[in-house]
């Protein structure tokens, strides 16, 4: 598995997705074709709506790592090493911080808007 780590967001949560084995991110003509697992490195945890329900507004919570739909996360490329991270199971939402104020700020998902900066994510190989 890949590792890469989340520039943007909760200090020191490294994330681990799964793709393609040697921890490459798909270009713009395979971004949809493959779907990742977001992992915590510290916690071991994957990334997952609350509820498993792909709804916005609902919180992204870290659970224990299933396999299920629900923790796979698609990661459109929108440029300069930027991405949205995606749930597999509804395209029109993206994970988002539910208070960008807040650095703490829990993730939820939200509409996607490529425009909107709590949307995008920058991923840098380890």
């Known amino acids: 598995m890949g590792r890469l780590h989340a520039a943007y967001g909760r200090p020191g949560l490294a994330q681990r997705l799964r793709g393609d084995g040697l921890g490459r991110l798909p270009c713009r ?9 977001v992992r915590n490195l510290r916690s071991n945890l994957c990334l997952q709506p609350k509820d498993g329900a792909t ?53 939820k998902l939200g509409y996607r808007n490529t425009a909107d900066p709590n ?7 380890r």
């Not at 003509?29 to 697992?37: F, G, L, S, V």
């Open 29 to 37: 003509e395979e971004q949809w074709a493959a779907t990742y697992e």
């Open 119 to 125: 949307l995008r994510w920058n991923f840098e190989a």
């Open 55 to 107: 709804q916005a507004g609902k919180r992204a919570e870290q659970a224990e790592c299933n396999g299920r739909l629900v923790q796979e996360w698609n990661l459109p490329y929108l440029g300069n090493n930027v991405r949205h991270i995606v749930p597999a199971k509804n395209w029109n939402l993206g994970v988002t911080l539910e208070n960008p104020a807040w650095t703490g700020s829990f993730l």
